[in-house]
């Protein structure tokens, strides 16, 4: 038996108890494996549903035999864009502001990189990046978050807010507007 079919089963095992998601330097370091290997053994993993890469080069590939693998989608976006914060149609679903579900999920990063499968990334100037990232809410293991109100602001200017008006509940984002217009309506 050739050494490289026992170290392609041991790869397997080994690729059973990782994290929910990988790169492929991180790969290459952990299997002592040259790049061009890395990326032959890659494109197996993914051609047998084994491991999903997350964008066309990103890098980075979700382990499909990590029970958590959908969950850390996030983080793994988090890896190859540390400054990306969600906006846009995606918060205001996730606020109730919208029912209608997103087509693709909009964020700002700081410095345009890969792209994401699912993901449209908006590159900002650094002055407008550190006005809204101040205002963004970070939790564990998910893209930083503008609030609804901020989100929506942000998309309208960079012209990815696709909602129609109607299908807003404006009194979400701003509900001093909507009891305003209610008094006006019954007064």
């Known amino acids: 038996m050739s050494a490289l079919y026992i170290s392609a089963r041991q790869r397997l ?3 059973a108890v990782t994290g ?9 370091t952990f299997f002592k494996l040259p790049q ?3 990326h032959q053994m890659l494109h197996r ?16 590939y979700l382990n499909t035999l990590h029970p958590n693998h959908q969950g850390a989608l996030e983080s793994a976006i988090q890896s190859v864009h540390p400054s990306a914060i969600v ?6 679903y996730e606020e109730g502001v919208t029912t209608q579900i997103p087509p693709a999920v909009d964020v700002i990063v ?15 100037s650094p002055a407008m990046y550190a006005g ?22 942000t ?17 979400v984002i701003e509900p001093s507007k909507v009891s305003r217009a209610r008094r006006a309506r019954a007064g």
Request: hydrophobic letters at 40%; charged letters at 25%.
């Open 155 to 171: 998309a309208k200017k960079l012209h990815c807010l696709m909602l129609d008006p109607d299908d807003m509940e404006w009194s």
């Open 13 to 15: 095992k080994d690729l």
């Open 87 to 92: 906006i846009g149609h995606q918060v205001l």
């Open 45 to 60: 993993w993914t051609k047998n549903g084994l491991a999903e890469p997350i964008g066309p080069r990103a890098g980075v």
């Open 36 to 38: 061009t290997d890395v």
């Open 20 to 28: 929910p998601f990988f790169s492929v330097a991180e790969m290459g």
């Open 132 to 153: 809204l990232a101040g205002e963004a809410m970070h939790q564990p293991g998910r893209l930083a978050r503008l609030p609804a109100r901020l989100a929506a602001e």
């Open 110 to 124: 700081q410095k345009r990189g890969p792209g994401i499968t699912g993901y449209r990334i908006h590159q900002v």
